[in-house]
């Protein structure tokens, strides 16, 4: 039998690696989805989507996460490849 082997596209590579990066970020700040949710006027379930990352949020909902996270951009766009 054949193995499908399917290769990640640029744009999902880039939406895992951000995902990862709040998912560990808010570990780091102690914070739950629902508190950084709350700390950065979101729903609970975009935090969960952003992590696995299967949403794309826009520059303003970047940001807003980095204020609520207390991290620069940079850091919260860490290892993301073109």
């Known amino acids: 039998m054949l193995a499908v082997v399917r290769t990640m596209s640029s744009r999902q590579r880039s939406l895992t690696c951000f995902g ?21 006027d979101l729903d609970p379930t975009y935090i969960s989507g952003i992590e696995r990352g299967v949403r794309n949020p826009t520059l303003l909902i970047i940001v807003r996460l980095a204020k609520a996270l207390g991290v620069s951009l940079s850091e919260l766009c860490k290892d993301i490849r073109p």
Do not use: M, Y
């Open 20 to 40: 990862h990066n709040v998912r560990r970020l808010r570990g780091v700040s102690g914070f739950t989805q629902e508190r950084l949710a709350d700390k950065a």
